[in-house]
């Protein structure tokens, strides 16, 4: 299938968005990236710390084991937003 420019569609993005700073093409300022990489990062830990800190406990686990599970999960994540920074659109 033949690609689609932008300038090609009858109602282009921005046209749609109105009211947004930022179209699907566009990205922020460096400084305004970093502060919402920051604030990702921030949501991101707390969620994989909070959820094992409370159900592994639930589920019978030590105090070790709710260690390995918040290794594991900061692990994948790290993992994972590798290859979506290396290969995600």
């Known amino acids: 299938m033949a690609e689609v420019k ?3 569609i009858s109602h282009p993005p ?3 968005l109105q009211g947004f ?3 699907i093409d566009s990205n ?11 604030q990702h990062y921030i949501l991101a830990l707390g969620t994989a710390v909070m959820i094992p800190a409370v159900l592994v406990p639930m589920m019978g686990g ?3 084991d709710r260690v390995r599970v918040v290794q594991t999960l900061l692990f994948v994540t790290g993992i994972n ?9």
């Open 6 to 8: 932008p300038e090609e």
């Open 14 to 16: 921005m046209e749609q």
């Open 21 to 23: 700073e930022y179209c």
């Open 28 to 38: 922020p300022p460096w400084g305004e990236a970093i502060i919402l990489g920051f």
């Open 62 to 64: 030590s105090d070790g």
């Open 81 to 89: 937003t590798l290859l979506q920074s290396l290969f995600g659109t």
